[in-house]
């Protein structure tokens, strides 16, 4: 079993930064990949970033200029930085984390969530 513990989140106000950690622990042998999702109220669940065990990296249209997703490996943290928020970036914020097993079985994990609110 993994547990994911993120953090960062909050209320600032437009135009404002803010900066979410998710730190994985437990049963795990590697991370293929770790990444950030958001999910507002009455939409479904999209992808904002992600990094994987390379250092690749991929970004939703809507943050690119604006987010730094990074990584340390060391401590199995994921970190986004996010800059220039707009109220529509107001979500709740989950950490999305892919491990491999000895055996190479790959398993998938969700953080709690960490509620990002950004006003006018």
């Known amino acids: 079993q993994v547990q994911l513990v993120e953090s960062g989140g909050g209320l600032v106000q437009a135009g404002g930064s803010l900066r979410l950690s998710c730190a994985a622990s437990?049963?795990?042998?590697?991370?293929?990949?770790m990444g950030w999702h958001r999910q507002a109220p009455g939409k479904q669940r999209e992808l904002v970033a992600r990094?994987?065990?390379?250092?690749?990296?991929n970004y939703a249209d809507f943050v690119k200029g604006r987010a730094t997703i990074s990584r340390d490996n060391a401590k199995n943290t994921v970190y986004l930085q996010m800059n220039g928020l707009k109220p529509e970036d107001t979500a709740v914020y989950y950490c999305?984390?892919?491990?491999?097993?000895?055996?190479?079985?790959?398993?998938?994990?969700w953080g709690q969530g960490t509620q990002v609110t950004v006003s006018s």
């Open positions: 990094i994987t065990s390379g250092g690749g990296t």
């Open positions: 437990g049963n795990i042998f590697s991370i293929v990949s």
């Open positions: 999305r984390t892919v491990v491999s097993t000895t055996t190479a079985v790959t398993y998938l994990y």
